[in-house]
């Protein structure tokens, strides 16, 4: 059954580039070798071509080139090695839009943490160990909620939503300072330790790259920031 399947599939191609135009012709040989040199797979090259010829063969009759349609073969590869573009619309999965809202709140706060010991390395109440987790933790955590209700400013006037974002977010603020300050006063210090301000200062600017570089590689979207 596969077998037949394929077969069809060829003849399918092998039907449209037969329609097709010299210059068209021409773009689809360049662009498969360019597509092989890159070492695309086989299979990834046919389903390419099954996409690509029946609007090529449609749209030719009406006088445009390839190029025209797919941009040059060049950029045609490249989309091709790109993948589909996520829909700009389309949220992340939770558990990304939760590790980028921590990395960037407990990143942010582990430097200020640092930078208020380094200018004053005797203060009694630098932000402790458990603390710091707390902050990554709850800050991912709320960043997340918050995401769920942010303002959707394409709905009618009065159906926005910025009353429920406000009521959220001030109780996801009032929770998020309850539990980090309650582990920075009810903990002890023998557990909630207190790094030198340099380790804070490595944990934060570590966090915000490792955001960014998150961000970048797997494409977080819907976050706040």
């Known amino acids: ?3 037949n399947q394929t077969e069809v599939k060829k003849v399918d191609i092998a039907t449209l580039r037969s329609q097709l135009t010299k210059k068209n012709e021409q773009y689809i040989l360049q662009l ?11 299979a990834k ?3 390419t071509l099954e996409e690509m010829l029946p609007v090529l063969v449609e749209n030719q009759k009406k006088g445009l080139t390839a190029r025209q349609l797919f941009g040059t073969v060049t950029q045609q590869t490249q989309s091709v090695l790109e993948g589909p573009k996520k829909d700009p619309m389309v949220k992340s999965p939770d558990w990304q839009i939760a590790v980028d809202g921590g990395l960037m709140v407990g990143g942010f706060f582990a430097l200020i943490a640092g930078i208020t010991l380094f200018l004053n390395p005797e203060q009694s109440e630098a932000m ?13 955590l709320a960043l997340l909620v918050l995401s769920k209700v942010t303002p959707d400013i394409n709905q009618p006037k009065g159906k926005r939503g910025y009353i429920r974002y406000l009521v959220v977010s001030s109780l996801v603020m009032l929770a998020w300072l309850v539990l980090v300050m309650g582990t920075q006063f009810l903990i002890p210090t023998s557990i909630n330790y207190v ?10 600017s570590g966090a915000l790259v490792l955001k960014w570089y998150l961000k970048k590689t797997l494409d977080i979207r819907g976050g706040i920031l």
């Open 32 to 42: 498969e070798r360019s597509l092989k040199e890159a070492q695309v797979s086989k």
């Open 45 to 47: 090259i046919t389903s």
């Open 195 to 204: 790094f030198p301000a340099i380790v804070y200062l490595f944990i934060g």
């Open 1 to 3: 059954m596969t077998e």
């Open 128 to 140: 402790g160990v458990i603390s710091l987790i707390m902050n990554f933790v709850v800050g991912g």
